[in-house]
């Protein structure tokens, strides 16, 4: 449990050695990310062996795609070739392979996310399928970053 600092009566993080506190689940149809967790704000104990496994994955994928980061189009001169290599570096080294890590490792924040998949499936009654309580007390456990951070939207790996 950590008390951030700088934040009077500010709220505490609960995560185990190996779990995260994450943001609400995002989607960035560029990247094809659908309901899936940001990688701008992540909250974690240090020597977390999840974000080791997001490193040993992400090693491993580049290691299978090295030519990859050699160039990168030009969103303005060509969108397509553009949106190609967004979906792609999203899978090899950007949120997809961070939440495919997480849908391995860790079941809890899996299936927040899948709840999140559900009730955008509009129309549906939520109260009469799901446990509302026990889904607001797991994003209050797992999601603390909601409470008091936005995440932005400058897009730099566009950019930079």
């Known amino acids: 449990m950590v008390r951030l600092a700088g934040i009077p ?30 990688t701008s704000i992540i909250g974690s104990h240090a020597g977390n062996p999840t974000l080791e496994a997001v490193s040993q994955e992400m090693q491993a994928r580049w290691q299978q795609a090295r030519d990859f980061y050699h160039s990168r189009p030009s ?9 190609q290599y967004a979906a792609r570096l999203n899978r090899l080294t950007g949120p997809g392979v961070f939440n495919d890590v997480i849908d391995q490792r860790l079941p809890a924040l899996y299936q927040l996310r899948q709840y999140f998949n559900l009730i955008a499936m509009l129309p549906l009654n939520v109260r009469g399928v799901l446990d509302i309580d026990k889904i607001s007390e ?8 909601m409470f008091f951070t936005e995440p932005g939207a400058l897009h730099s790996w566009t950019h930079t």
């Not at 969103?75 to 949106?83: G, K, L, R, T």
């Open 138 to 145: 797991a994003m209050a456990q797992h999601m603390t970053f």
């Open 9 to 38: 009566e500010g709220p505490t993080l609960n995560a185990s050695t190996d779990g995260l506190i994450l943001h609400l689940p995002v989607s960035n149809e560029l990247l094809g990310m659908h309901n899936q967790y940001n």
């Open 75 to 83: 969103q303005e001169a060509d969108p397509e070739a553009f949106s």
